[in-house]
Each structure stands twice: as C-alpha cells, then as structure tokens.
C-alpha cells in the first residue's frame, strides 16, 4: 500500500472519471487545447511564428521523493527546467499519475494543489495524461510542452574553445535538503539556524526553475543544459556533445550562505555540492565578447549568473580548487544505472 492515499477516515475515490473530473479538470483552466479531458488527445499548436519545444522526466516513489510525499510541484518544475535551458516559455503539460491502490481525497487535494502552484508559477497548465493502477512504486510522468521563436532553441552542442562557463542561482542546496530529509539532525554540530535548514529542504522538494533565465539562453548562450544530475556530470555531457573540454573554478561556482557555513564547518565540501544533483539551474557557455553584455541583462531581469570557467580544446572536465589544482571526485554526479 502506497503511503498517504488509504485510510480508513478518508473516502476513497472510484473510478478514473471521478479523479479526472473532480481533480484534474480544474487545472486545465479552461485551455481548448485539453478538449476538456474528454478525448484521447489534446491538440497543441503553438504561436504563430514559434517552434514547440518538448521534454519529459518521471518521478518515481523511493528513487526521486519519500514514500508519503506528493510531488506535484517538482514533478513540474523539473520539466520546466529542461524548457528553460532550450529558452522556451512554458506552455502546457501532460500528466501520467500511476498507483498502486486507489486514491484517496486527500492525497488528490494536496497533488493537486502542488500542481496548481507549480502551473501558477511557471504559467502553464495541464492539457492530458492518464491514471494506471500499478503492482509498483507511485510515478509521476511529466510531459512539458514549451515554445520559443522559430529556428532559436538552443542545445549542448554549440560549446567552443575560449567561452565562458555560466550558470544560474546556487549550486548545492537540494542535495544537502535531501541530507536533511533521510536525517534531520545531520547537520546539528554545524550550527545551521532552522531557516537555513527550512530553505535546503525546500529546494531539494520544491526546485524553482526561473524563467527570466530563458530569454538569455536564446540571446546569449552558444549550449546549455539544465543540472539535474550534478554540475560536473552535466558540464561533462555538454562538453562531450560539443567536442571539446571544459575547466571550472571551484571557488568561482556560486553557492548559499547556509552552504558555505557547512563548508566552513566541515559538515560538507566543494565536491559533494558540485556532483550531488538536482539543482535544476542552468549552466551555459557564452562567447568571452558576450560575457558584459548577459551580466548587464542578467542583472536587469534579476538573475543571478555567475561565471564559474572556460571551455578548452580536448575533452572532459577539470574542476580547480583554490590552489588551482585539479580536485579529486570520487564520483561526477548522479547515474541511474
């Protein structure tokens, strides 16, 4: 039994159309494009002159969030980071929720709920999808739809010797939440205050993905990739795709203040923030003569960019540390398999 769906003081739901109608109706908003959930398929076109950008990702119980949990807001927001990072606007998503035992309202409210957050922030809404039964673990399968002008969607492969490494907001911060969630008093002898802790937590549960990061993607990035997986395992996919190397200051990337004092403390390092995963920011490459320019536009559409290295002639990714020597990782980042 799947944990926060049964109980015996809440009413279970039956039937698939009673869980589409009273719970995911509601969050279409009305969009002609979702025929009102009342057909096998939604019909899609984007703006005139653009071109639709699409992406998926699953959340899958005990491997991506806790057994009890309701992930719709991440469920959501990890697409939208893929969007993000090509310089698409969010535009609708598909919804595929398998359980293995009937739902019950409660459960639905507090998903549904997190979704409507997520669409509320990120301007999209929900278009189609399906409900299964399963004998497994609860998944949540997203399908995002975005779109941006025709011809600009931008992708790992444009990366070349002598640009700049950027990358969006903080490293870090979800993986030293996901610490906190499997033990709570991790980080005690650091001395970490309870909105630090609060503000780790919520960004391992509740990536914010921004969109002002998408139209410099498109007006300044040569690639880029959103970092799921860890900062350097995903650098190292970008610059694999481009055929070419990449070197990064570890003093240069950009982390928390709640971050730092674990560092400073001993109860983390350098190397767990930068292969830990699920930051869900954007890293990109620019030209060195483009380098002012995105920090003038950044700093005007309030995002935080940093630039943290440079791409070189070769292959693989060299992280320096503050002597500028190579920093040893036992691992890169995240691999499923």
């Given at each position: 039994m799947m944990a926060g769906t049964l109980g015996d003081d809440d009413e279970v739901l039956q039937g698939e159309g009673q869980i589409i109608r009273e719970y995911f109706l509601p969050l279409t908003g009305g969009l002609v494009a979702a025929r009102g959930l009342a057909d096998d398929c939604a019909v899609l076109a984007p703006p005139s002159g653009m071109d639709l950008v699409m992406t998926t990702d699953s959340l899958i119980e005990g491997v991506h969030f806790f057994p009890g949990d309701t992930p719709g807001f991440k469920a959501l927001a990890v697409n939208i980071s893929d969007l993000v990072a090509k310089g698409?606007?969010?535009?609708?998503?598909?919804?595929t929720l398998a359980l293995s035992a009937p739902p019950t309202r409660s459960f639905m409210a507090r998903l549904t709920a997190d979704l409507k957050r997520a669409q509320d922030a990120f301007g999209c809404r929900l278009i189609g999808g399906d409900t299964d039964r399963t004998p497994g673990l609860m998944t949540l399968t997203i399908a995002a739809f975005g779109y941006l002008p025709h011809g600009t969607?931008?992708?790992?492969?444009?990366?070349?010797?002598?640009?700049?490494?950027?990358?969006?907001?903080?490293i870090g911060d979800s993986g030293l939440g996901l610490r906190l969630r499997h033990d709570p008093a991790c980080f005690a002898a650091a001395g970490l205050d309870d909105a630090s802790r609060h503000a780790l937590v919520r960004a391992y549960e509740e990536p914010r993905p921004s969109l002002a990061v998408g139209p410099l993607v498109r007006q300044f990035a040569s690639a880029a990739i959103d970092i799921s997986d860890g900062l350097v395992k995903d650098l190292g996919r970008l610059t694999a795709t481009s055929g070419v190397g990449g070197r990064v200051a570890a003093r240069r990337v950009p982390v928390s203040d709640a971050a730092r004092q674990l560092i400073a403390r001993g109860a983390t390092s350098m190397a767990e923030l930068l292969t830990s995963g699920e930051d869900y920011q954007v890293l990109m490459t620019v030209a060195p003569e483009d380098i002012t320019a995105l920090a003038v536009a950044a700093q005007a559409a309030q995002v935080a960019m940093s630039e943290i290295g440079e791409i070189v002639e070769g292959s693989g990714v060299v992280v320096l540390d503050g002597d500028g020597r190579p920093l040893q990782l036992d691992v890169t980042g995240w691999d499923h398999f």
């Open positions: 698409a606007t969010p535009l609708a998503y598909l919804l969607a931008i992708g790992r492969d444009g990366a070349r010797p002598g640009d700049r490494i950027c990358v969006a907001g903080t």
